[in-house]
Structure formats: structure tokens, C-alpha cells
T-cell receptor, first 110, second 117 residues
């Protein structure tokens, strides 16, 4: 699976949009971008995934650049409960083992 | 609640001992994955089972073994425990087994915290 690069940490004010970037410059044409998050010592939680089109669900939006070398996860109105480590993972299939990097530690501040 | 259950929640044991961690996947999910999370190594994949068969292997030590039973629950056996085995152990499940184009998400259980003294 392709490697990803994410900032180590980010802060976001409560109620504002949180934009979490991810670089995946070696992504292959058949690889998806997945986002998971882990709230302090809980099991990781799936957020969203995409191939090349932008995606939106009830939790977040995923913007993938046209060349697919980077993406941004957007939490439109961050709350304190969104404080977590966010992982960007590139996979050919969601049913294969996840390779977790260090992720981005997002702190939402009141 | 992800629908994945893990028991026990906490386990404290001594070096050299053997323990068994149990995982029940979501109803209908055929794949079970085991992950280990320690402070220094982060989240690491150990092993995957699909419908009773081993599907993929990660950084799993020879002292560790797993199996998936006909009712699809899984057990992770850790033996000759060392201090460094202290970690959070997560089980996850998904519907499919990894075929291309299958993009189901994985659902994680709450984890078992193992402390080896």
C-alpha cells in the first residue's frame, strides 16, 4: 500500500471547519483513500473513503485532488468530541488489513 | 457501539503466562482482524481471518496465534508473555475478505488492555 504523510498535530476552534490534509503521492490508480479516527484509546472508527471523486457523508467530506496525490478531510463544524487522532490510509480494498501511520492529532478547542 | 465485542476489557498477568483474547464480530461479517497498539509501535496489524481461514498475516510473533471458529468468533492466544507485550489489542470485522473493488469499512471493538507484570 502507498505511504501517506500527515501533519503531526492540528488545532481547531469549536464550531469551525477542521481541514486535515494528507499526501499520498505514490497512490496507484486502483487505490482508495480511507480515513479513520481514534478517540483516546477507543477502537478506531471509519469516517469516509473515496477513489477520485469528492465524497460526503454525515460525518465529513473528502476532497481528493485531480491528480489524486493528496486529499483533505473536512469536518464542517468541529466539536470537542472530534478531538482524536485521524489516520489517512491508502488501500486497494476496504477488506484488507489497515496500515496505520502516525496520523494527525486534532485538538478541538472551546 | 460498533457491534464488535471483545472480552475481557482488561487483563493483568505475569511474564511467561498465556492468555486468550476473544472477539465476536458484527452479525454478518465474515472477516476478523487483530491489531496491536503499543506506545512505541502504534497500531499494527497482526492477522486476518475470513470465514474460518487465515487470509493475511502481519507482524505477529510466533508466540501468538489466532483462530476463527465456525460461529465466526475469533480468539487470539498470546503465550510466553513478555513485558513488551503489554498493549491494547483490537479486533475489527468487515463483511468481505479483501477482493478488489470491495470497499467495506472495518468496525473495531473496544479493545482488550493487556498488562504484563
Amino acid at each position: 500500500d502507498a505511504k501517506t504523510t500527515q501533519p503531526t498535530s492540528m488545532d481547531c476552534a469549536e464550531g469551525r471547519a477542521a481541514n486535515l490534509p494528507c499526501n499520498h503521492s505514490t497512490i496507484s490508480g486502483n487505490e482508495y483513500v480511507y480515513w479513520y479516527r481514534q478517540i483516546h484509546s477507543q477502537g478506531p472508527q471509519y469516517i469516509i473513503h473515496g477513489l477520485k471523486n469528492n465524497e460526503t457523508n454525515e460525518m465529513a467530506s473528502l476532497i481528493i485532488t485531480e491528480d489524486r496525490k493528496s486529499s483533505t478531510l473536512i469536518l464542517p463544524h468541529a466539536t470537542l468530541r472530534d478531538t482524536a487522532v485521524y489516520y489517512c490510509i491508502v488501500l486497494t480494498s476496504g477488506n484488507t488489513p489497515l496500515v496505520f501511520g502516525k496520523g494527525t492529532r486534532l485538538s478541538v478547542i472551546a | 457501539d460498533s457491534g464488535v465485542t471483545q472480552t475481557p476489557k482488561h487483563l493483568i498477568t505475569a511474564t511467561g503466562q498465556r492468555v486468550t483474547l476473544r472477539c465476536s464480530p458484527r452479525s454478518g461479517d465474515l472477516s476478523v482482524y487483530w491489531y496491536q497498539q503499543s506506545l512505541d509501535q502504534g497500531l499494527q496489524f497482526l492477522i486476518q481471518y475470513y470465514n474460518g481461514e487465515e487470509r493475511a498475516k502481519g507482524n505477529i510473533l510466533e508466540r501468538f496465534s489466532a483462530q476463527q471458529f465456525p460461529d465466526l468468533h475469533s480468539e487470539l492466544n498470546l503465550s510466553s508473555l513478555e513485558l513488551g507485550d503489554s498493549a491494547l489489542y483490537f479486533c475489527a470485522s468487515s463483511v468481505g475478505g479483501g477482493g478488489r473493488g470491495s470497499y467495506n469499512e472495518q468496525f473495531f471493538g473496544p479493545g482488550t488492555r493487556l498488562t504484563v507484570l
